[in-house]
């Protein structure tokens, strides 16, 4: 894992997550495939596998550029900006 910038502007601790599965797949219908956390604001969406794209969607129109794998047993983190894993 590289580090990246954008990590030392994350809250400490990270933030809850808003809720226990994706709210967009939710909304219209979708299946989350694998559900990942924003580690600035704790919205849970759904990676790029999933139809609704969620997760990629909320850092899109936040420009909120860090989040970890929500998934159990899983703690890497993806920086969007930067493009790899930190």
């Known amino acids: 894992m590289i580090d990246c910038s ?12 808003l809720s226990a599965t994706c709210e967009g797949c939710a909304a219209d219908g979708g299946h989350p495939v694998q559900l990942r956390l924003c580690l600035v604001c704790g919205h849970v969406g759904c990676c790029d596998s999933s139809a609704g794209r969620h997760a990629t969607a909320h850092f899109e129109e936040t420009g909120h ?5 929500f998934e159990p047993g899983q703690n890497w983190r993806w ?8």
Not at 65 to 69: F, K, L, N
Not at 79 to 86: E, G, M, P, R, S
């Open 65 to 69: 550029a860090v989040m970890r794998s």
């Open 6 to 17: 954008h990590l030392a502007g994350l809250p400490r601790p990270e933030p809850a997550p």
């Open 79 to 86: 920086c969007y900006v930067d493009a790899h894993l930190v």
